[in-house]
């Protein structure tokens, strides 16, 4: 009885974490790049309702949860683009435009949401599971980890690329280099420009897909302001993975199973009030800033704009 | 350039006209200059950091370029590396009209570039930072930068670990890296932008073998220094700039012919014109230093103690193991050391900057172990730090507020919370005259100066306002020649005259020979001996500073 009750828990825990960590991973993945490259993109979670937003209706149109998918990643790119142009290109302060984006976005999306569908919040068919052969077999984690959608997997692979992106290819290290020394980068004949602007738009691009995912796999609705500091939570998920994927894939499920662990409790039956559910996550940033934020490594040149001969 | 332009500058032009057919023979390179300037000139706010400037640098030749700080040496390199555009002028690399409008096109002209300012990265690996740029694939192709490097090390003589970040070298080897980094794309041009300031004689020997075989191999090394001495080593050609301007220019046929002391004064002459009759026996160009005798009937007061002061060792340092010094009143004690011996570590405890793990610190009697820095510098204590970029000035603050940046909130700068622009912009204008920083104005910010006017800046501030001791860390790199002397003569008449204790640190021993009374090395993070200055002592510092024999 009592085995069944944990496996039951492990399993909503796993799941849980595996939902709910999803979003936090495509966006830090986006802030690792972002910040690695001296970007501090501070908009991060307005980047996220763009592509939440944009997500579910292309895929309530289309029927297709890949098409939905991709047009939020498309709309997180597309809203990124003011980040190179007024940051990057600019120079302007990084902080002022992304809270200027963060709540231009947070608007824009609710705004259109209730033009659109007045109070109603049309549902999507959940994306169908993919089973993993042998794997998906495991008793407790099988079904939980390896019976996802398609497009978990493709987060995990992301973050294999992203490892390998940051650690051996060129793109790599000119990404490291424009955010710890930019006038290195310059002199080496690389242009900062272009490094910083690939990595301001590939940040948007992964929180758009985060938003997308929240939306379409996650929720399959579409509420104003749904991502409540999912974006700020992956900001600090960035930050405390000093740039390696692997700890920012611990990180983001970490945070994800804290808020599953309400659901899985209630399976067990132990109820918790709601407002605990929501706090959980934020306690959980609390207590891990407290214990880990010593080791936070921030790039020298995060936040500073560039610009050739200015000294 | 009213009554002090040199004779020469006509010697110059011509010489510049005909270079093309007599140089050539030199080597079997390319036929005429490697890279020529013709009447480059830039301009910034307030500025004209060149004027009209006419140069050309050829195959095989080291040219050295000297000026006093802020004459535009490092605008002009700027230009040939792509970083700043000249507002008029040409520039030609083989003969050929090129437009640098990037550093990634210097590069591809075969233009390497050591800048004055290191432009490693500290958290890079050596490998790292020498492939920075340089890939053409999407993978790093770690496997052909390792035996790149190795080709450059063995070539150039030296051995580098590729795999320790580059905050772990030694400044010296730093600057290795840095000359790899900018051969490493096959330069056929070498600019090298004050590269010995803070080496040590023997970095410089090494650097200067390494600039030997690299014109041997027939490439155009472009060499700016403040040091007559490596000019006259070194130099194939030598040439002058002054408020911008070419002012002296001599050939190989003039270098080569004349005697040392014949070019000596040609150039003394150039560079500082009228003022410049009081340079001619400078410390600084005699042959062979030596120490000068101890000063006597000094009073007996410590100010300073330090009483077995240990400090923990971060990554890449020594650290400091129980030093015991004491600094008398109006005394300078030089310390001596080869760079990355603990100077640092040593100079920052003192100041605050760092805690102790053991021992004690005395300013005149009392313990200022648990002192911070602020009331360190109330009692009286300073610090001249050697990171003039980093901790000593705020770039985006004006030269103004940097002067009196230690003394924000108290009288008269400040009053009742409030800001007195008046008064501060009247201090600074004095110190700006007293220390002959060359900027557009007091408004000015500050990181637009020139690296030895930086320098300036964080003297000026530091050794105003009554200061009781002074911790200097190589208070000179980067200054020309006649500040340095301007600066040496200040640190001697404080302490004569008004009694101000100064611990000299320097990697530079001629340094320390001419300005200190005792000399204590620095080896490890120990104190290795301490010995009185006088005539003749410089050997035994020397084998003191190798870790040789201990005590006196
Ligand atoms: N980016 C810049 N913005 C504004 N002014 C500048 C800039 N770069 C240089 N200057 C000014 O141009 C002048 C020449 O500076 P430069 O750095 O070329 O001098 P330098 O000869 O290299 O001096 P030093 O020996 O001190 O390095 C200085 O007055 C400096 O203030
Ligand atoms: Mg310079």
Partial sequence: MSDMLTAAFLSALISGGILAGMPLLFASLGETISERGGVLNIGLEGMMLMGGYTGFVVTLYSQSHWLGLLAGAGAGLITALLMVVFCVRLGLDQIVVGIAILIAAGGFTSVLQRAQFGTTYPRLDAMSAVEIPLFAKIPVIGPSLFAQPAIVYVGFALVAVLHWVLRSTNMGLNLRAAGEKPEALDAAGVSVTAVRSIAALSAGAFAGLGGAYMSIVGAGIFVPFMTHGAGFIGIVIAMLGRGRALWVVIGSLLFGMSVSLTTALQLVGITVPIDVVNMLPFVAVLVVLVIFARQAYLPAALGLPYKRGIR | ?552
């Fill in chain 2, 1 to 552: 350039m009213t009554n002090g332009t040199p004779t020469h500058i006509e010697t110059m032009t011509s010489d510049l006209l005909q270079a093309d057919g007599v140089r050539a023979g030199a080597t079997a390179g390319p036929i005429g200059p490697a890279v020529e300037v013709r009447e480059v000139s830039k301009a910034f706010p307030g500025v004209v950091a060149n004027d009209r400037v006419s140069l050309a640098f050829h195959h095989g030749e080291v040219h050295c370029v000297l000026g006093e700080n802020g004459a535009g040496k490092s605008t002009l390199m700027n230009i040939l590396s792509g970083m700043y555009k000249p507002d008029s002028g040409a520039v030609m690399v083989e003969g050929r009209e090129v437009t640098i409008d990037s550093p990634r096109r210097a590069i591809e002209l075969g233009i390497g570039t050591v800048y004055q300012h290191p432009t490693l990265i500290p958290v890079f690996t050596v490998l790292e930072n020498l492939m920075l740029g340089e890939g053409v694939g999407v993978r790093l192709d770690v496997e052909g930068g390792l035996r790149a490097l190795d080709r450059f090390a063995k070539t150039l003589g030296l051995e580098v670990d590729p795999h320790a970040p580059a905050s772990r070298l030694a400044l010296g080897q730093q600057q290795q890296i840095e000359i790899i980094k900018a051969l490493w794309s096959g330069s056929k041009v070498l600019i090298l932008d004050e590269p010995t300031s803070m080496l040590t004689p023997q970095g410089i020997e090494e650097l200067e073998k390494v600039i030997s075989q690299l014109r041997d191999e027939g490439l155009a090394v472009i060499f700016i220094t403040h040091k007559l001495h490596e000019a006259l080593d070194l130099g194939d050609t030598v040439s002058i700039l002054r408020g911008g301007r070419v002012v002296g220019s001599w050939g190989p046929d003039v270098v080569k012919t004349k005697s040392r002391s014949e070019m000596q004064a040609l150039i003394v002459g150039a560079m500082f014109g009228e003022g410049a009759g009081s340079l001619e026996d400078v410390a600084e160009v005699r042959d062979g230093v030596t120490g000068r005798a101890r000063r006597r009937g000094l009073p007996n007061e410590p100010v300073l103690e330090l009483v077995k002061v240990s400090v923990e060792a971060l990554r890449g340092e020594v650290g400091v193991h129980e030093v015991d010094l004491t600094l008398r009143r109006g005394e300078i004690l030089g310390v001596a050391g080869v760079d990355g011996n603990g100077q640092r570590e040593l100079a920052e405890v003192i100041a605050g900057q760092r805690s102790m793990v053991g021992g004690d610190i005395r300013l005149c009697g009392e313990s200022i172990a648990r002192a911070g820095v602020g009331r360190r510098q109330s009692l009286g204590l300073r610090y001249v730090t050697d990171d003039r970029i980093g901790e000593g000035t705020v770039g985006t603050l004006s030269v103004g507020l940097n002067l009196v940046l230690k003394r924000i909130g108290e009288e008269p700068f400040w009053r009742g919370g409030r800001i007195r622009e008046e008064a501060i912009d009247q201090a600074a204008c004095d110190l700006v005259e007293g220390f002959d920083i060359r900027t557009p104005g007091t408004e000015t910010r500050c990181g637009t100066l020139s690296g030895g006017n930086l320098q300036k800046v964080v003297l000026a501030r530091e050794l105003s306002f009554d200061p009781k001791v002074v911790v200097y860390n190589k208070p000179t790199y980067g200054l020309d020649l006649k500040t340095t002397l301007a600066v040496r003569d200040r640190i001697r008449d404080l302490a004569e005259s008004a009694g101000v204790a100064a611990l000299l640190i320097s990697t530079d021993l001629e340094e320390i020979l001419d300005l200190s009374d005792r000399i204590a090395v620095l080896f490890r993070g120990r104190i290795t001996g301490i010995v009185d200055n006088a005539p003749g002592v410089e050997r035994h510092v020397g084998e003191l500073m190798l870790g040789g024999d201990r005590g006196d």
